[in-house]
């Protein structure tokens, strides 16, 4: 089979029982924010979280970085796979939603894990750059914020992340709409210029994994 099979939701619920071990509170999480009402669209499939979990676990990740944490789903995630010596930095700028996603981060025992810096990511950002000293702090970041600042974030992300290590884009695919030359919206342009920069950007090794909404798997060289 020489493409990515389409996901029935039966063939979803299969992968959900055998594919995914999601710990309870990572499920306790998405059948809260289920309760919120549209925006619980915005958070990752347990699919997504356990290919992440497996990333970081992959490549030895110790200091992560998260850029759009919403109510704490990706960024626990995460968290629950590191080492007990590793650390995830999540940036949002929604205080309710950071208030939401530290009960769960708390429950499941990780909160000490995580530093939640509240404010646009841009700023969170350049205080981590202006702390660095230009040395890479991170060895995994993940971008999943708005999408017009984008292009800042994998900027910021290159230079926030050690060589060899992984820059993960949400979105890239945006329901389908990046290939639509009609739809010319602010989120889409910006996702489909930094898709295309992204595709001759010879910093980097890429695989766009069409899971979620499409991410984008950035390894610095
Ligand atoms: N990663 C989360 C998950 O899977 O559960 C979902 C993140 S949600 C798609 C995007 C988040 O980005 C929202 O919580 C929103 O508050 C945050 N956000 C939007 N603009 C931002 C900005 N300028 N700086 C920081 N966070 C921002
Ligand atoms: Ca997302």
Not at 47 to 73: P, S
Not at 199 to 207: F, G, P
Request: charged residues 25%.
């Amino acid at each position: 089979m020489n493409r990515s099979i389409n996901l029935t939701d039966d063939l979803l619920d299969y992968i959900h029982r055998v594919g995914t071990r999601e710990h309870p509170v990572l499920a306790q999480c998405r059948e809260q924010t289920a309760t919120i009402g549209w925006q619980a669209i915005m958070q990752i499939s347990a699919e997504q979280g356990a290919f992440m979990a497996m990333l970081v676990r992959l490549i030895g990740a110790r200091h992560t970085l998260e850029i759009g944490t919403f109510t704490g789903y990706s960024a626990l995630a995460v968290a629950l796979a590191l080492p007990h010596d590793g650390r995830l930095v999540a940036c949002d700028i929604d205080p309710d939603m950071m208030k939401r996603a530290r009960r769960h981060w708390e429950n499941a025992g990780v909160a000490d894990k995580i530093d939640a810096k509240v404010g646009p990511a841009i700023d969170s950002l350049q205080t981590l750059i202006d702390g660095a000293d230009g040395n890479p702090l991170f060895d995994f970041a993940f971008i999943d914020a708005d999408k017009t600042n984008y292009d800042s974030y994998y900027e910021y992300c290159l230079k926030l992340v050690r060589v060899g290590g992984l820059i993960a884009i949400d979105n890239v695919l945006w329901s389908g709409s990046v290939i639509d030359p009609d739809d010319t919206s602010d989120d889409t342009v910006a996702l489909r210029l930094l898709n295309n920069k992204i595709a001759e950007d010879d910093r980097v090794d890429i695989a766009l994994v069409p899971i979620g909404d499409g991410v984008t798997l950035c390894r610095k060289r």
